[in-house]
């Protein structure tokens, strides 16, 4: 680990450049409109270009009980708009993201190779890891050739999970560039369902980005001017199905856009699971709402189009008022070709969740921040982050409800754990029984004024691990904090 002085240094100097730059503005601010130098985002052609599909990484090596991959992020030049190159930044120069395969009770390791010109930090989203591979925001891989090993367990039941930068000060623009990538975990509770599996299993990344007009991806954090939507890293690309069920994995890997997802026949979906994998249920959906780091798990009947038929994933949620709703309310293009043999199937039951258990913690966190523009500060329970205060002290093996409140008026935030899966037991003040919200998740929304009550068991390691809210700048400017779980009441503060 990187000792804690430089980073402190490292990030001083980084906020201190942007704070001077006038760059560091809390999301409501009003931003300079669009400079002649952007790209003006009407120009770039809808569903013209095929979506592609995450490369599925191979691993270097394998044994009985692990599989060992090898990672260099690094810039790479990218063809995102038509007929020009962008650079971003990945991990071994995929974008979008790679994709890792795991399996419940086998091991991952894999070991990155940090060649960009800023600090990393590889987080697992939605992993049960020990802190030494969580990825944690100060636990950095140096620029210019650091590495670091991550091991990753797998001691938890299938999950539809990410990984990315998460080094603090750095992840907003690192993420926003690109680094991040796939990583489904299944297990046999899963692979004994007869689910669409193969090319029918479609994993599809969401995000926005601004460009200029050389095609470069401009960042400004608190930037209200991300009018490209990109799915699997095109613009408005199009998807070429056959009319049979697929299954689609759709991830919120936007920096601050929440979304909510409609097919343009307004007809519905099968949600089958959300962040920690399967529902036990499948929901009927017409509308899927996903903020920043949420996924969301569901089945397209395709069949039911004539061939030939164009469906639009529409984006019903504008996130800022002036969003050009012929941009921001189209994210893509199905393309329904001719029908083929399906023999897949939605069972009516789909997992046994574990049982929730009774909690002996309560709790309670406020997400809070400055409104009217006037300060860059962003705070849970009225603080910001403070990488050497331990804000939570957790007794190990313990069940706790954390009711957790957005305390703003008109800014959205989210809340995401580092560590554990947990349960959604309320949404504003209604129990959350049934639904997309039932599954087990790691990331929950949170409209302003929205109260949610989560119930989490901490478990199986020991460490320091954080919270915070997942759009990525408001965490960067402290809408994060430490909990720490610990056997030993003598260690907690
Ligand atoms: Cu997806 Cu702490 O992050
Ligand atoms: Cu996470
Ligand atoms: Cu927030």
């Known amino acids: 680990m990187i000792q804690r002085r430089t980073v402190l240094k490292t990030g001083a100097a980084l906020t201190g450049a942007i704070g001077s730059a006038g760059l560091l503005v809390p999301a409501m601010a009003d931003t300079a409109p669009a400079q002649a130098a952007d790209l003006d985002p009407t120009t770039i052609p809808q569903f013209e270009q095929a979506m592609p599909l995450p490369k599925v990484l191979q691993p270097s090596s394998v044994s009985s009980t692990t599989s060992y991959y090898r990672i260099t992020m690094k810039e790479a030049d990218a063809q995102i708009l038509p007929g020009r190159l962008t650079r971003v930044r990945t991990f071994n120069g995929s974008f979008p993201g790679p994709l890792i395969k795991a399996v419940s009770g086998r091991r991952v390791v894999v070991q990155q190779t940090n060649q960009l010109s800023v600090p990393t930090s590889v987080h697992l989203h939605g992993a049960h890891v020990p802190e030494s591979s969580d990825g944690a925001p100060m636990d950095l891989v140096a620029a210019g050739g650091g590495t670091k090993t991550y091991t990753y367990p797998n001691s938890q039941p299938h999950a539809n999970m990410w990984f990315h930068d998460h080094a603090h000060h750095y992840e907003s623009e690192t993420v926003y560039r690109g680094l991040t990538g796939f990583y489904l975990l299944t297990d046999t509770v899963e692979q004994k369902l007869n689910l669409p599996t193969g090319a029918y299993d479609v994993p599809i990344a969401l995000s926005d980005a601004r460009f200029d007009d050389s095609g470069q991806l401009v960042y400004a954090m608190g930037d209200r001017m991300r009018r490209v939507l990109l799915a699997n890293g095109k613009p408005w690309p199009y998807f070429q199905v056959a009319a049979r069920k697929y299954r689609l994995r759709l991830y919120n ?33 017409t509308s899927v709402p996903l903020s920043p780091g949420e ?61 929730l258990g009774t909690a002996t913690v309560n709790r309670s966190f406020e997400l809070s921040m400055d409104e009217s523009g006037a300060s860059a500060d962003s705070f849970i329970n009225g603080k910001a982050y403070d990488m050497d205060r331990v804000d939570t002290e957790v007794e190990y093996g313990a069940t706790e409800i954390w009711t957790v409140r957005n305390t703003n008026t008109r800014v959205p935030h989210n809340f995401h754990m580092h560590l554990v899966q947990f349960r959604v037991l309320e949404r504003g003040g209604k129990p959350v029984t049934s639904g997309p919200e039932s599954g087990l998740k790691d990331t929950v929304s949170l409209m302003p004024g929205e109260t949610v009550k989560l119930q989490a068991t901490f478990t199986g390691y020991e460490g320091t691990y954080v919270y915070h809210c997942h759009m990525f700048d408001h965490a960067a400017m402290g809408m994060m904090a430490n909990f720490r779980v610990t056997k030993t009441p003598s260690a907690r503060r």
């Open 253 to 285: 890997t936007s920096n601050m856009r929440f979304y909510t997802l409609k097919l343009s026949d307004g007809s519905a979906m099968q949600q089958i699971g959300s962040d920690g994998g399967l529902l036990e249920k499948p929901v009927e959906v």
């Open 295 to 355: 996924r969301a798990d569901l089945v397209v009947d395709f069949s039911r189009y004539p061939a030939g038929t164009r469906l639009i994933l529409e984006n019903t949620a504008a996130r800022y008022p002036d969003d050009p709703a012929e941009q921001i309310g189209k994210v893509l293009q199905f393309r329904v070709g001719a029908p083929v043999a399906d023999s897949s199937t939605v069972p009516a039951t789909l997992r046994t969740l574990p049982a």
